[in-house]
């Protein structure tokens, strides 16, 4: 992929496949929440039984660097087509989001 990589081209990306199969009908919010969830979960899986020092090395091991890329890029997808469908700018999102973090929890 040559093209310049940003949120609205891979959204454009994941609307074409999605259209190409068909699958618009199931790309509800209520469906593309449960499947965000699950794709989170097999992060997490990823984790669950790592101490705090195997954690932060879990990228050294080619296997496991590979399946962490694979449902990150899994919860981004299903999180880039929720916003799709319910019309959310994520990037304005979380830059409004870190905006009431800065208040609510101000540096000392």
Same mark, same amino acid.
């Given at each position: 992929m040559t093209e310049h990589l940003d949120v609205a081209t891979l959204q454009r990306r994941l609307a074409e496949f999605a259209a190409a199969r068909d699958w618009?009908?199931?790309?509800t919010p209520k469906n593309l929440v449960s499947a965000l969830s699950v794709e989170a979960s097999e992060l997490v899986e990823i984790f669950?039984? =790592?101490?705090?020092?195997?954690?932060?090395?879990?990228?050294?091991?080619?296997?496991?660097?590979h399946r962490v890329t694979d449902e990150v890029a899994d919860v981004l997808a299903y999180l880039l087509q929720?916003?799709?469908?319910?019309?959310?700018?994520? =990037?304005a999102a979380l830059d409004a989001k870190i905006d009431r973090n800065e208040r609510r929890f101000p540096a000392s």
């Open positions: 618009q009908p199931y790309h669950q039984w =790592l101490t705090p020092e195997e954690s932060a090395r879990v990228m050294d091991e080619p296997d496991t660097a929720l916003c799709e469908v319910l019309g959310i700018d994520p =990037l």
